[in-house]
């Protein structure tokens, strides 16, 4: 089944405890993306990946790294979280090229994520 | 830099009565939209998406939407709402160049009357 699998579906941590949210999808995608979704805000991107090793700041990367060494594996790093990163991650893929931007993203079901 | 407005918040409707959801964007050249759905404790689903020709599209679950330029507007329907309905709705918009980034609205959160 074609998918994009997020884990864990929830974590609580506490300020400035490391952790990693990983992402991976199983349909060859070039493109993967991590977004926040926060209450009368949508979803915000945070960062994104054209490709292996080719990844660029999106409109919140404040806070936030990302790595990208295998096509298939899109993690999100938090090195220091604070209680403003408190909100619903989710991580997406799709292909690249075709219409230049126009293929629709493939999402996860989310992380919830809350720091204390 | 392009922008997506879900003008209404919260929609009631009642089941078996029609829906339109509404989404304009800003963006100067012809843009690509989408209208998302997400269950409570889902990821987002693609119900439909425009790119080009015919301005009205057909998606899954029985909703469609209509292109309109002048209006720049991208509103979403179904004749017929069926309590499952019920959930948020999400338009974004992407543009040629832009890589694959949508931008997002800010979501309409709908309920669902039996």
């Known amino acids: 089944e074609a998918q994009v699998t997020q884990n864990p579906r929830y974590l609580i941590t506490v300020t400035g405890k490391k952790l990693t949210v990983t992402c991976s999808q199983n349909m060859n995608h070039e493109y993967m993306s991590w977004y926040r979704q926060d209450p009368g805000l949508g979803l915000r991107q945070i960062y994104y990946s054209m490709n292996v090793e080719v990844t660029d700041k999106g409109d919140v990367p404040e806070g936030y790294k990302v790595s990208r060494k295998e096509k298939r594996n899109f993690p999100l790093i938090l090195e220091s979280p604070s209680p403003n990163q408190t909100s619903l991650y989710f991580c997406?893929?799709?292909?690249?090229?075709?219409?230049?931007?126009?293929?629709?993203?493939?999402f996860g079901n989310g992380t919830r994520l809350t720091v204390t | 830099a392009q922008s997506v407005t879900q003008p209404d918040i919260h929609i009631t409707v009642s089941e078996g009565a029609s829906l339109e959801l509404r989404c304009n964007y800003s963006?100067?050249?012809?843009?690509?939209l989408f209208w998302y759905v997400q269950s409570p404790g889902q990821g987002l689903q693609l119900l439909l998406k425009?790119?080009?020709?015919?301005?009205l599209v057909q998606g899954i679950k029985g909703f469609e939407a209509e292109f309109k330029r002048s209006q720049s507007s991208f509103n979403l329907r179904k004749p017929s709402v069926h309590w499952s309905d019920a959930a948020e709705y999400f338009c974004a918009v992407g543009y040629t160049g832009g890589g694959n980034k949508l931008t997002f609205g800010t979501g309409t959160q709908l309920k669902v009357e039996l």
């Open positions: 425009y790119f080009s020709g015919d301005t």
């Open positions: 963006y100067g050249a012809t843009p690509y």
């Open positions: 997406a893929s799709s292909l690249v090229g075709g219409q230049g931007g126009g293929s629709p993203l493939h």
